[in-house]
């Protein structure tokens, strides 16, 4: 286990730098860089501020400063040399620093963070609470008409894109039409420090409401489903006969014999949801309920060509990803000590 631990960790390298070279190499030919950018910006002023020669002026100041702005952000080096910089940057846990909001992108990440957890982690958490017994109680009524409602409704739920729901939400309960129960900024109120410890919890939840409520209704379909088919599938094998067979209680061959083996597919992809839900992003979402999180850091950075966001959020991501899947292996062990990964077959 442990060589095949070393051979995974391994392996993490080049795939770590296939991502980022790929990226790197599509962002050399990508028009509208940062300088471009600045330069339009300035010479849109300078046209729209003056008369006749206003335009020319400010595509005159423009060439004189444009050596300046390439050195500024790092463009007068070739890309080989650019490319080598960021490599031993990242290997020191250097992400650089974004180019338009003059700030390191490890602040950045951090400071968007308390938006993509409480979304991630109570989406995540109300997912599984909800879904896996669900699941079960599915299963043990597979064909009845209890099981074929809860279908339908989990599909009709998934079937609705978050947004569209979102957009139902604040015209029926944000003060879109009808009522103006919850609020649509921010993840807490502007007095929330002057509020006593249960005020400030209430009032947490109440500006996560509605978000939680587009996360989380998309999410119960897949989660159902798959218990429910995993238990069922476990309930037909021949060894859950045996055991009914031998007088034990349908409650004992549950829970002793069938939930483990039932339960480890959806144990094994937890670590993957878990950090799915946190880094992943929900952009819509975000954007709907004016929450500034990891989703909308990511499509601003694309959008404006901040290169060191993007390169340094798909390094630390992809490097989590990486490690996430390894404990995902390593749990499958833990589960089910009949997996034996980098062992020939006996």
């Known amino acids: 286990m442990l060589a095949y631990i070393f051979k ?60 300046e702005l390439k050195k500024m952000y790092g463009f007068d080096k070739p890309a080989p040399v650019r490319y080598v910089e960021m490599l031993a940057s990242f290997a020191r846990f250097d992400l650089g620093k974004s180019f338009l909001q003059n700030k390191q992108v490890w602040e950045l990440i951090k400071e968007k963070l308390p938006v993509s957890v409480s979304l991630g982690l109570w989406s995540f958490l109300i997912a599984y609470l909800i879904s896996i017994p669900l699941g ?13 409602l809860t279908t339908l409704l989990v599909l009709l739920g998934y079937a609705i894109p978050g947004f569209v729901l979102g957009l139902l939400l604040i015209v029926l309960f944000a003060g879109g039409t009808y009522f103006d129960w919850f609020p649509l900024r921010g993840l807490t109120s502007d007095n929330w420090s002057e509020l006593a410890w249960p005020a400030r919890v209430a009032d947490y939840f109440w500006h ?37 067979a031998k007088g034990l209680s349908q409650q004992r061959v549950l829970y002793k014999h069938i939930f483990r083996n039932a339960l480890i597919p959806l144990v094994t992809g937890f670590p993957a949801a878990v950090v799915g839900a946190f880094f992943t992003g929900a952009l819509l979402i975000e954007t709907l309920f004016s ?56």
């Not at 392996?11 to 599509?26: K, N, R, S």
């Not at 850091?297 to 996430?324: H, K, M």
């Open 8 to 67: 995974r960790i391994l392996l993490m390298v080049p795939t770590l730098l296939g991502a980022l070279t790929v990226t790197f190499v599509v962002m050399q030919f990508v028009p509208g860089g940062p300088v471009e950018q600045i330069m339009a910006e300035a010479r849109a002023t300078q046209k729209g501020g003056g008369e006749g020669g206003g335009y020319k002026a400010g595509r005159d100041i423009s060439k004189q400063q444009l050596e």
């Open 136 to 148: 079960i109680a599915k299963a043990m009524r597979e064909g009845s008409r209890f099981d074929t």
């Open 208 to 244: 996560l409401m509605l978000p939680l409520t587009c996360l989380v209704i998309g999410s119960f379909a897949t989660l159902t489903m798959l218990t429910k088919n995993t238990f069922v599938e476990e309930i037909r094998k021949q060894y859950v006969l045996v055991a009914r």
């Open 291 to 346: 929450l500034d999180g990891l989703g909308l850091l990511a499509y601003e950075s694309v959008v404006r060509r901040d290169y060191p966001v993007v390169l340094g959020s798909l390094y630390l991501f992809t490097l989590i990803a990486l490690v996430v899947k390894l404990v995902s292996d390593v749990l499958y062990v833990v589960v089910d000590p009949r997996v034996q990964f980098g062992r020939a077959a006996r």
